[in-house]
C-alpha cells in the first residue's frame, strides 16, 4: 500500500476513473459536477494516487487557497475500503501541504466519514449542509510545522 503524486496522464486518468465509480456510479453526482477545471496535471492543484497490490484503487487532490490547504475528492473503490487507505491518501495530502509551508488544511467531508476524519486530528466546524445532494460539514486541521 502506497500512495504516490500523480505526473502522468495515464495516473490522472486512473484517478478519474476512480473518482467516476465512486462518486458519479456510485453516490449519484453528476458526472458534470464531478470534474472540474482543477482536474489537469498544470500546477492548480496536486493529485494523489493509492495504490493496492500495485492497482490504483484510491484518490485525492488537494489545493491551496488563502494559505489553507483544501482536501478533496478523496475516494477509494469499495472492494478496498476499510484496509487502511483512507488514512494514507489523508497523510499524503497533508504532506503536500506542509511541503508547501501551509500549516492548516480543511475539506468538506461527507457526514457518514465525520468519525473517520475526527480520528486523524480534524476538528468540525460548520453545520451540515448539502454538496451534490449529500449531506457534508467543514472540517479543519492544524497541521505540526517540522521546520
Do not use: W
Not at 493529485?47 to 491551496?64: A, D, N, S
Not at 487557497?65 to 478496498?80: A, D, F, S, T, W
Not at 457526514?111 to 468540525?124: D, N, P, S, V
Amino acid at each position: 500500500m502506497y500512495a504516490k503524486r500523480i505526473t502522468t496522464i495515464e495516473d490522472l486518468n486512473a484517478a478519474f476513473a476512480i473518482r467516476k465509480e465512486v462518486f458519479v456510479m456510485e453516490q449519484g453526482v453528476p458526472l458534470e459536477d464531478e470534474f472540474d477545471q482543477f482536474d489537469t496535471l498544470n500546477g492548480l492543484c496536486e493529485h494523489i494516487l493509492v495504490h493496492y497490490h500495485e492497482q490504483p484503487v484510491g484518490t485525492g487532490r488537494i489545493r491551496f487557497m488563502n494559505g489553507v490547504g483544501k482536501l478533496e475528492r478523496i475516494c477509494i473503490l469499495e472492494l478496498y475500503r476499510k484496509f487502511g487507505l483512507g488514512k494514507i491518501i489523508i497523510k499524503a495530502l497533508e504532506d503536500i501541504a506542509e511541503e508547501q509551508g501551509v500549516s492548516h488544511v480543511k475539506l468538506h467531508g461527507q457526514t457518514q466519514a465525520e468519525g473517520f476524519y475526527q480520528k486523524l486530528g480534524y476538528r468540525t466546524s460548520s453545520n451540515i449542509f448539502i454538496e451534490d445532494g449529500i449531506p457534508h460539514i467543514i472540517m479543519l486541521k492544524e497541521l505540526s510545522t517540522k521546520k
